[in-house]
């Protein structure tokens, strides 16, 4: 963000600079702002290449919005004049609107400071809007993945602590209302709560370690982000584990990213010198406290999941052998089941807790709780849209109180419109047309530079080991009917001023001069 900023103050500089050297404002100010908006939707690929190691968080969409808004609405306003040319050139030939287009432009461009504030107000509210929604909307499309959320499996199923199943190969085999032969694979998973540290830290902080048995070892398809240098697929990975050593991975909520758009940490327990986006690492050596007899084991971080993991994965997970010290404590509670072709996930969900139901299991299928996960994201995506679209139309409101103060300080010029033979529709049409300019083109510069920005952030994921597979989703249904409601509400609110503007007769208008 420094980076930019600094590119951006020195676009911004160059402005004075120009004007003294008697260059035309338009040129000046339409080359700063092109400069500034081009910095900021470099790619950010181009941008790594400038500042090798480059590091982000949410910082750059707040100094970023301010300034590529304001290059955006330096070039609009001072080629405002082009814009009119352009619809003179395509409406004009219409007798009626060559006239009111003329009226409606002339005033704007008189006062490019109080439209250019207007215009950009609307615009980073849209902008805002944009980027806002659709940069979520694609990762949580992306998440959107049962076989990935579910690293191959199709049911997961949770057991009490006190009654856990610790074999459940064989308690399927003898389960009634189960047919054993329609699961392709099984798979367990411990928990045990321990206190963790990065071997170069010096406080523990409690965080979970996970067992994993010899079939989940063998059959999952969980993704990695990052592997550890001289591990070249996933699988050696994996396979490294179920030697039984003390080597483990993580989740990637512990590491670092140089992409960190959240607000603050999910854990305590965190990780240095390593980076989710980074391919390769390192191993990491992390120490295990066990809170009980204090014993200290240290394992090697040789791996780190995907973003798109679910939460119940989080943690450090290691073999289930490497856990032998902790005994009964160990037991797996989590059981996740590889279906044969054809088998109804939701139904053999069913029928486990009806078998089980002495162990309290809990289970559902993928497909169920990605649908969950994803639905509960898009409320939440929904109520932040609902937000900004009501300011948006607040916003636009006040287009009415500056359609009804520009009535007062253009009555004059009113009066002398209809004193030269304006209609009283005609004045009224120009007015409207005002507030349609500039409601229009703050969604169109907004709603394009939004595109871009969020674009970027996509392509940018695309490019990194933890979301390989995301893409640009753009809600494209939910933006229409919130713009066409934002026109709607600007042509309403100034409405009744253009119609008082229309009522104005010359001789009252022009008794003063």
């Known amino acids: 963000m420094p980076f930019l900023l600094g590119l951006s103050l020195l676009a911004i500089g160059t402005v004075p600079l120009l004007r003294a050297a008697r260059v035309p404002d338009r040129v000046s100010y339409t080359f700063a702002g092109l400069a500034i908006v081009v910095v900021w939707l470099l790619p950010f690929r181009t941008v790594e290449v400038l500042v090798p190691g480059a590091k982000m968080d949410f910082s750059i969409w707040v100094v970023g919005g301010l300034l590529i808004v304001l290059g955006a609405v330096w070039t609009v306003i001072y080629n405002a004049d082009a814009l009119l040319g352009a619809s003179m050139a395509i409406l004009g030939r219409v007798r009626s609107l060559s006239a009111v287009l003329r009226i409606a432009m002339a005033y704007p461009l008189r006062n490019r400071l109080r439209t250019g504030m207007t215009l950009a107000m609307f615009t980073l509210v849209v902008f805002t809007l944009v980027v806002g929604i659709t940069t979520p909307s694609s990762f949580i499309a992306s998440a959107n993945n049962a076989r990935t959320f579910g690293g191959g499996y199709d049911v997961r199923a949770m057991t009490a602590p006190t009654s856990p199943v610790t074999d459940m190969t064989s308690a399927l085999r003898t389960a009634k209302g189960i047919d054993a032969r329609s699961v392709h694979a099984v798979a367990s998973i411990s928990y045990v709560p321990v206190q963790a540290r990065q071997a170069t830290a010096s406080k523990f902080v409690d965080y979970p370690l996970r067992g994993l048995d010899a079939g989940f070892l063998a059959t999952n398809h969980y993704a990695l982000g990052s592997r550890a240098k001289g591990y070249t697929t996933d699988a050696q990975v994996w396979n490294e584990i179920a030697k039984g050593g003390p080597v483990a991975v993580v989740d990637p909520w512990i590491v670092p990213h140089r992409r960190n758009w959240t607000f603050a940490a999910l854990t305590d327990m965190s990780l240095s010198g390593i980076y989710a986006e980074d391919p390769t690492f390192v191993p990491v050596p992390v120490d295990v406290r066990d809170p009980q007899t204090g014993r200290v084991t240290r394992f090697s971080v040789i791996g780190v999941l995907r973003d798109s993991m679910p939460f119940e994965m989080a943690g450090i997970a290691t073999s289930q052998r490497a856990l032998a010290a902790y005994g009964d404590r160990a037991r797996p509670t989590m059981h996740l089941f590889a279906l044969n072709p054809g088998v109804d996930a939701g139904r053999f969900a069913i029928q486990l807790e009806s078998a089980f139901l002495a162990n309290g299991v809990e289970a559902d299928s993928f497909a169920k709780l990605v649908h969950d ?141």
């Open 373 to 513: 996960s994803v639905a509960s994201s898009m409320l939440f995506l929904r109520l932040i849209e609902g937000f900004m679209g009501l300011g948006l139309f607040v916003g636009v409101a006040a287009l009415g109180v500056i359609a009804a103060r520009s009535v007062v300080e253009r009555r004059q010029q009113i009066g002398v419109l209809r004193a030269i033979g304006f209609q009283a529709s005609t004045v009224r049409l120009g007015f409207l047309l005002e507030s349609a300019f500039l409601a229009l083109t703050s969604i169109v510069v907004g709603s394009g530079l939004g595109l871009a920005l969020a674009y970027n952030v996509v392509d940018d994921a695309r490019r990194q080991a933890s979301w390989p597979g995301v893409s640009l989703s753009v809600p494209w249904l939910n933006l229409v009917i919130v713009f066409v409601i934002v026109i709607i509400v600007a042509l309403a609110t100034t409405y009744l001023p253009a119609r008082k503007a229309s009522r104005v007769y010359p001789a009252e208008a022009l008794r003063y001069q």
